[in-house]
């Protein structure tokens, strides 16, 4: 994902590296403070990605052509 998206609410690694993907999940499985606040931050980001927004701006984007 990217920081664009995710605002903090997830983490990023670098997908040709197993070894830090490894880490993030083991991170994600012990650390449940850590966890949680992903999730709670995850859930506040999503509240602003709507269909009606989504809709908006390709139509806006259209209109703009």
Request: proline residues 3%.
């Amino acid at each position: 994902s990217i920081p664009e998206v995710l605002k903090g609410a997830g983490i990023q690694t670098d997908i040709t590296d197993p070894t830090a993907i490894a880490h993030a999940m083991i991170k994600c499985n012990d650390d449940h403070a850590f966890t949680n606040s992903k999730r709670l931050a995850g859930t506040t980001t999503s509240k602003g990605f709507t269909w009606t927004k989504s809709s908006s701006q390709t139509l806006d984007f259209y209109n703009s052509l």
